[in-house]
């Protein structure tokens, strides 16, 4: 299928031959579908804590987590565009179809052009949004007055005026101040101040973004890193990277052949947010927390968040502390067997590992072996939310290739719809994955885990798109916290549903919570 000029292209990309060669074999057999024993619901897979216990592990994070590396990781890269798409619609109806523009705007729901335009004034990029108009010698009012939505539109939307639709999120004003709005930027860089500070009073944050928006991404971080050092009495180290065009997968036709651009050149696809664990395994942290770029609120309602990231990090600590003591002792050879007896019991009153059939009977150097083999592996806890109808993954028991069961996050994606008792297991989800996690990818000497290693590659997904007018079907690697953390040891914990607020259209930003 490949031809030479096909093989400089590969190498140019820095994509392994034997990569393509598996990704072309996943298109020919598909990726096989999870299996799911159970929902992970509260006391059974989800863990929640008494005040007592909630105040002891915040205690905990509070006076353990100064003297050790933490950083915060966001993934930011994509672009806005996505939360417009009700204002696409309406700028394009506008453009040649006035009857059809008025059935858009008659649309009063929440998410609709309509609600949009009542409630302008009360978007954080307002007063950016009216400079920009009255630049072009017009008024936004007098627009709005006059129903002429169009101007506006393209002052929001193109480069005539802020260009929001081309931006990454990190670069949207969400919230206003009364010293001015903020970007969902400068909001991470608020939390990272408030749970990542060192004893050296420097606070670690880390976006992903990409290639095109590096220039505007150190523009904001450059003008605004002075005001956050200065309120928040910390040093702010602020670092990104990109995607890597390494983790970009191959797209074919419908024949599963390679699909080729006009120019005879292979396409090559981004790969979803599984891509990112090549980025996450590049950072130097101890603890590391994960959210997405859109999950933030304004000040006067973080205290939920910041209690319940400090919540989850001494949790980590705790768990962290119990492994490492142990494997220390195992590999010093200084281990009794009460205390295997006691670190099993732990492992199966907290699903740390499964742990093989007749193990029990195994002599004490042997359970040690198989002990410290399972326990000395990257750790997350992830903080679940109460299902509140929100779309994406939720916490499962998931069969493994032997039939252990493991907590796994699994999306619709990944599970057979046309299997009504499969079907009806994903349907008895009570909670929901907010993508709120906090990872120890060190080992118990300070190494750093290779990553890699813990990926269920069977994981993966392929979606039909189209370029040119032309079919193709395109591959997503195992996601970042779904199959890329398959093999982490992994921990389920109630959080309250008021740490979750994402903005996923531009109107979501109208909701009490970020007003």
Request: charged share 25%; net charge negative.
């Amino acid at each position: 299928m490949l031809q030479p000029a096909d093989l400089y292209q590969i190498e140019e990309k820095g994509i392994p031959l034997k990569m393509i060669e598996n990704q072309l074999n996943n298109f020919r057999t598909g990726f096989p579908f999870i299996r799911l024993i159970r929902p992970a619901i509260l006391n059974d897979g989800i863990i929640t804590f008494s005040l007592e216990k909630k105040n002891e592990l915040v205690k905990l994070y509070e006076e353990q987590s100064p003297d050790l590396r933490v950083l915060k990781f966001v993934p930011a890269s994509g672009a806005a565009s996505r939360m417009f798409k009700h204002l696409f619609e309406l700028r394009e109806a506008m453009r040649d179809n006035n009857e059809l523009a008025e059935v858009c705007l008659s649309d009063t729901g929440f998410n609709s052009a309509s609600n949009f335009f009542l409630n302008l004034t009360r978007f954080a990029f307002f007063n950016d949004l009216a400079h920009s108009v009255k630049s072009g010698g017009t008024e936004i009012e007098t627009l709005l007055a006059k129903r002429e939505l169009a101007p506006i539109l393209d002052h929001l939307l193109t480069g005539k005026g802020l260009n929001y639709a081309s931006l990454p999120k990190a670069l949207l004003l969400f919230h206003a101040y009364e010293d001015g709005p903020r970007t969902a930027l400068e909001e991470h860089l608020v939390e990272s101040a408030n749970y990542t500070r060192d004893r050296n009073e420097v606070s670690k944050i880390h976006f992903t973004i990409s290639p095109e928006h590096i220039e505007k991404f150190n523009e904001k971080v450059l003008s605004v890193r002075e005001k956050y050092e200065s309120r928040f009495h910390t040093r702010l180290n602020i670092s990104h990277s990109v995607q890597k065009s390494s983790t970009d997968t191959l797209a074919v036709d419908e024949a599963n052949t390679p699909f080729r651009n006009p120019d005879g050149k292979l396409l090559f696809r981004p790969a979803g947010h599984g891509a990112l664990l090549s980025n996450l395994n590049d950072l130097e942290a101890d603890v590391i927390f994960i959210k997405n770029i859109d999950n933030i609120v304004p000040d006067h309602i973080k205290a939920a968040t910041l209690e319940n990231k400090k919540l989850i990090g001494g949790y980590l600590l705790q768990i962290r502390r119990i492994i490492f003591d142990f494997l220390r002792k195992c590999e010093s050879g200084k281990i009794t067997g009460e205390e295997i007896r006691e670190i099993t019991t732990l492992t199966g009153s907290d699903n740390l590992v499964s742990l093989p059939p007749g193990f029990e009977k195994q002599p004490e150097e042997t359970q040690c072996r198989i002990l410290a083999a399972e326990l000395n592996r990257p750790i997350r806890i992830c903080g679940m939310v109460k299902n509140a109808g929100e779309p994406g993954g939720g916490p499962f028991w998931v069969a493994g290739p032997d039939g252990s069961p493991s907590l796994q996050i699994v999306e619709s994606s990944q599970v057979d719809m046309s299997n009504k008792a499969q079907t009806s297991v994903f349907g008895a989800s009570t909670h929901f994955n907010p993508v709120d996690l906090v990872c120890c990818t060190t080992d118990y000497k300070g190494n750093p885990f290779n990553l890699y290693e813990f990926v269920d590659n069977t994981t993966g997904f392929i979606s039909v798109k189209s370029s040119g007018g032309r079919t193709l079907k395109a591959q997503e690697l195992p996601g970042l916290w779904n199959g890329s953390m398959a093999g982490w040891i992994t921990l389920f914990v109630e959080v309250p549903l008021a740490t979750f607020n994402p903005v996923k259209t531009i109107n979501d930003l109208l909701r009490d919570e970020h007003q």
